[in-house]
C-alpha cells in the first residue's frame, strides 16, 4: 500500500511546473483535507485527473462571478490552474492559482529602466545620442 494513497490526492504547484493547464470540473466536493486536525474545505475534481484542488479563498472569489455561488453549477466549466509566487505566513511560496481559460493573470509592468531615470524613447525615436 502506497503512504500516499492514506491521505486525500490533491494537487500542488509541482503538478503544473511545465505551466498551466486547462481542466474541466467534474464534480464539487466538501471534505476533510487535514491531517492532525480535522479541515473541511471545498475541493474541485476534474474530468480524466484523480487528484483534486482544494480550493482555497483566493481562488473561490476569482470563480464566484463567473459560475456563481450554486456550487451544482460548476461541473462541465473549464478553468485553468497555474502556479504563481503567493503569500503564505511570512514566506513568499509557489501556489496554484485559477483563471478562466483566455484570460492572463495581471502583473505590473517591470520597468527596466532604474527608478529616477529617463523615460524609454517613444516609437521610432532613436534615444539620447552623444552630443545632442
Known amino acids: 500500500m502506497k503512504v500516499s494513497s492514506l491521505y486525500g490526492s490533491y494537487f500542488k504547484s509541482e503538478d503544473f511546473e511545465h505551466g498551466p493547464r486547462t481542466l474541466v470540473i467534474s464534480r464539487f466536493e466538501h471534505e476533510d483535507v487535514g491531517s492532525d486536525k480535522k479541515e473541511m474545505k ?9 487528484k483534486g484542488l482544494v480550493l482555497n479563498a483566493t481562488n473561490k472569489n476569482t470563480l464566484l462571478p463567473t459560475f456563481g455561488d450554486e456550487s451544482d453549477d460548476w461541473p462541465g466549466q473549464a478553468i485553468e490552474i497555474y502556479v504563481a509566487d503567493v503569500q503564505f505566513g511570512e514566506k513568499m511560496v509557489k501556489g496554484l492559482r485559477v483563471r478562466l481559460p483566455g484570460t ?4 505590473p509592468a517591470q520597468s527596466t529602466q532604474p527608478a529616477g531615470g529617463p ?11 552623444a552630443g545632442r
Open 42 to 50: 471545498p475541493v474541485l475534481y476534474f474530468e480524466g485527473h484523480e
Open 104 to 107: 492572463q493573470a495581471t502583473q
Open 119 to 129: 523615460p524609454p524613447p517613444e516609437a521610432g525615436d532613436p534615444g539620447p545620442v
